[in-house]
């Protein structure tokens, strides 16, 4: 295969290409969604291709073909050299490619438990018994979705910088929602996980904190007063931090979003842009987590991204573009769904780093405010620095101890106004997000986390005033 995929290479510099890469990819996977008892969607997928990108007069070509023979891949090369043909032309904005360490490397991540070595019934099996552990928790427990998937593929990245990278692994998964019913009143809770390991995942898994937990969880919330409304100290989980700190900071730390204004962190390099407590980290060199990765899509070697030291923005998460764009290095970022996707500047595994306190420290020192756990998703607005995040349960704190518990709470504000509040940094990091991020069109397998964390002056959504 390495001398198919020379002469391509070839093939697109003979072609005018001042840059060529291609990608190939072969994968395959179960899918088994388990829903009140019945295990009828199961899946497999296959899939086998390969994607072809050049730069051609300043202008990118990309051709996909699902036909990776030599003949397909020639097909294919001819293909995309004829887009960037069409397209230069009409560039305003040439593109451009930073020069980037050739790679000379075979990657192979051994799961201790390969899921391929698992029989389908077993995999459905253990589905089956997680399922039934949320669903018999309790009558008042009215629809439980668990969903298992696995994933195993090799993937070829060669490129004309002299790269030639061949990676394999695995990964497993796990999600689990939990509806829960009392008269009209309905609530849900949910829990997840997913690594870079094999079917060990689900054999280590203790079933009454994923699955039971769960369903207590959804349970409780229904005799949940409803949420206040209003400013308020908080102290967050790491599942709030992790999903605050992806989607409210992290995707504006994407370089794609600086080069293209649509980030509130242009320009502020070398500045502080949080509290001196908060280091933000992206780091696909963690173990097994979901995000963990050896090399990028573009072949750059993984490495820890310190965003924010101390407060202090450090550096952007970059492809070869926008290393090239904003002259800095290229740091292995760049990741793509599928062979018929380009690489985009990704996350991977991110962070606040822990501090030194306690939650029982944060807890005694906060008067009056809210206790946030949980969370299933946010959103954030990059270019005006807005987010606002799901929280599944609060509770009310009262001169340290916790008190009411209420339901249906959500935060909201302005992302560098709400970590420049940071007060206290907890010491138990955790991961606890692993799934998938969505952007341009493109899924990437991802985590974040962090510790417990206490801010000032939280905006905090619900439905009644609270009394103080």
Not at 280 to 292: A, V
Not at 370 to 380: D, E, I, P, Q
Request: hydrophobic share 40%.
């Amino acid at each position: 295969m390495r001398e198919v995929v020379d002469r391509i290479l070839q093939r697109a510099l003979d072609g005018g290409a001042t840059f060529a890469d291609l990608r190939l990819i072969r994968g395959t996977g179960t899918t088994v969604v388990v829903q009140d008892g019945r295990a009828d969607k199961v899946a497999t997928r296959r899939s086998h291709g390969a994607g072809i990108r050049v730069l051609v007069d300043g202008a990118w070509g990309f051709a996909p073909t699902n036909n990776p023979t030599a003949e397909g891949l020639e097909e294919c090369v001819q293909d995309a050299l004829a887009m960037a043909r069409v397209a230069a032309p009409h560039v305003t904005d040439p593109g451009v490619v930073a020069e980037a360490p050739a790679v000379e490397a075979t990657v192979r991540r051994v799961p201790r438990i390969d899921p391929r070595d698992v029989s389908l019934d077993d995999r459905i099996a253990a589905a089956c018994e997680l399922e039934q552990v949320a669903r018999l928790r309790d009558e008042r427990v009215v629809n439980t979705v668990l969903q298992y998937g696995d994933g195993a593929g090799e993937m070829v990245v060669a490129n004309t910088l002299g790269t030639y990278l061949t990676t394999s692994g695995v990964g497993c998964s796990l999600s689990l929602a939990v509806t829960a019913a009392d008269g009209s009143e309905r609530q849900h809770s949910s829990k997840s996980r997913a690594g870079r390991q094999g079917f060990e995942i689900v054999e280590e898994l203790d079933a009454e904190e994923f699955a039971g937990k769960t369903a207590d969880r959804a349970v409780s919330l229904l005799s949940a007063e409803p949420a206040p409304s209003g400013k308020f100290d908080v102290v967050i989980d790491p599942l709030i931090c992790g999903l605050l700190v992806h989607e409210a900071f992290g995707h504006n730390a994407e370089a794609d979003a600086i080069w293209t204004g649509n980030s509130i962190l242009a320009g502020k390099l070398g500045q502080p842009v949080a509290s001196e407590l908060v280091t933000i980290t992206d780091d696909p060199t963690r173990p097994n987590l979901n995000g963990s990765f050896e090399y990028d899509h573009e072949g750059v070697r993984a490495e820890r991204h310190v965003i924010v030291e101390e407060g202090v923005l450090q550096g952007y998460l970059h492809s070869l573009e926008t290393a090239a764009r904003l002259g800095m290095r290229p740091n292995g970022a760049a990741r793509a769904q599928g062979h018929q996707d380009v690489p985009i500047v990704r996350m991977s595994n991110t962070a606040i780093e822990p501090g030194d306190w306690s939650v029982d420290e944060m807890l005694a020192e906060t008067r009056q405010g809210l206790y946030l756990v949980g969370g299933a998703w946010g959103y954030v607005y990059t270019a005006a620095g807005q987010f606002t995040c799901n929280v599944e349960e609060a509770f009310l704190i009262d001169n340290g101890s916790l008190a009411t518990h209420f339901r249906n709470v959500c935060i909201a504000g302005m992302t560098l106004e709400t970590l420049s509040n940071v007060w206290a940094v907890g010491n138990d990091l955790r991961f606890e997000l692993g799934g998938v991020c969505g952007k341009d069109g493109q899924a990437a397998a991802v985590d974040s986390g962090g510790p417990h964390v206490a801010i000032r002056g939280v905006v905090v959504g619900g439905q009644q005033a609270l009394v103080r």
